[in-house]
């Protein structure tokens, strides 16, 4: 973005307005351009920067302070730049647009230009003849009458200080009588006009501005004659809204804009980082140069077997303990009963033995057995205890009874 300072607003025509702007004296950057390109400009409104529109440079890019603009003034938008006052800040954007005149390949030149699409003609010939570039150039220039003719003096000028320069002024309608001087045609450019007046360069560059009717008729005739493709170029030129090409949104739309799409980028963002976290995470392993997928969710299914099987064996042993306390109140029971107990009586006993020792834990219950009932001295022989009966269980739990 430049700034700028309106110089001057001038009707040089009775449709056509000459927007001139001088460089702000504390800007330091140099709106650098090439003759032929145009730019954005926008100037303000109730203290707030107006909607920006395109329109090509008229200025040759050798004077660095100045800038000028012209377009007809027909429509809201042109008819509030003619009001603009000296001094008035006018922002500039720029320069847009591929339409560029080049001196080393453009050595012989047709422009064909209808009616404001003379504008960035203007430049390049200002150019071309500021710096004495010895390219041939002959500009056929389609008017609607005699009397509306923007830049008519300034085209005569370039024309005497470039001997290289030919301008014909094609007339639509009316009297040509003011233009005697001057090659002139009537009617428009068309198939005749173009082999009189631009017929004699086989190698030219035609350049072709102006509404898109006039261009269309153009572009048919010197395709026709079967100009190469690469040596037409054209630039679009309309003043419309719906048809103005490069238009620009002023700059609170364009930070509207801006805020509603970041907006929305950081909603995305945030709504996948959601997402991602209830995804289990993948881990992956390289196994024998595969690669292998493991994820959580078989993680935490093995952790859950393991806790089933610690409940089994919480459950195993809940039952020994049960069988336990079954056992003790049996042997109380049968010690009451008994006729013949007494302190030499043998009670039952209860055994909790892995199965590999069970053999020999069973052996030793009956030598214990044995020893106590041989080493009774009463007169009267007390009832053998009864043999344990023990069983094991998957766990490793045995319970005699």
Not at 198 to 227: E, R, S, W
Not at 244 to 269: D, E, I, R
Not at 298 to 317: F, M, P, V, W
């Amino acid at each position: 973005m430049h700034r700028y300072y309106v110089q001057s607003a001038q009707q040089i025509t009775n449709s056509t307005l000459l927007l001139t702007l001088e460089k702000d004296p504390e800007e330091s950057r140099i709106f650098s351009f090439q003759p032929g390109q145009y730019a954005a400009i926008s100037y303000s409104r109730n203290h707030r920067p107006s909607v920006a529109r395109c329109f090509s440079i008229v200025s040759s890019p050798t004077d660095q302070h100045i800038l000028q603009f012209s377009m007809r003034t027909r429509g809201k938008y042109t008819s509030a730049l003619a009001k603009l006052k000296q001094g008035d800040e006018v922002r500039v954007r720029g320069p847009f647009g591929g339409f560029i005149f080049d001196s080393d390949r453009d050595k012989n030149a047709v422009f064909i230009a209808g009616g404001i699409g003379i504008t960035p003609f203007m430049s390049m010939m200002q150019f071309a003849t500021q710096l004495r570039i010895a390219s041939n150039i002959t500009l056929l220039y389609g008017v609607a009458n005699q009397d509306d003719i923007p830049f008519y003096d300034e085209l005569t000028a370039m024309q005497k200080a470039n001997p290289r320069l030919k301008v014909v002024y094609v007339v639509g309608g009316g009297e040509i009588d003011k233009l005697k001087k001057d090659t002139t045609a009537t009617g428009f450019v068309n198939e005749d006009v173009l082999n009189l007046h631009a017929d004699a360069y086989h190698d030219a560059t035609y350049f072709i501005c102006g509404p898109p009717p006039f261009m269309n008729g153009v572009l048919k005739v010197l395709q026709a004659k079967q100009v190469p493709k690469q040596r037409l170029i054209t630039e679009a030129f309309a003043q419309g809204s719906h048809r103005q090409t490069g238009k620009v949104l002023s700059w609170p739309q364009n930070m509207y804009v801006m805020g509603g799409v970041g907006m929305a980028l950081g909603t995305l963002a945030i709504m996948v980082a959601d997402i991602a976290k209830t995804i289990p995470q993948a881990n992956f392993v390289k196994s024998n140069g595969a690669i292998d997928l493991a994820t959580d969710a078989n993680q935490r299914e093995s952790d859950l077997d393991a806790q089933i099987n610690q409940l089994g064996t919480y459950s195993a042993s809940s039952s020994s303990s049960k069988a336990l306390v079954k056992a003790q109140k049996a042997a109380k029971k049968s010690k009451s009963s008994s006729p013949s107990s007494s302190s030499t009586s043998t009670p039952s006993y209860y055994y909790v033995q892995t199965p590999s020792s069970s053999s020999s834990s069973a052996g030793s219950s009956s030598g214990s057995s044995s020893s106590s009932s041989s080493s009774g001295g009463s007169a009267s022989t007390p009832a053998p205890a009864p043999t344990p009966v023990c069983t094991t269980s998957q766990s490793g739990v045995t319970t005699c009874n």
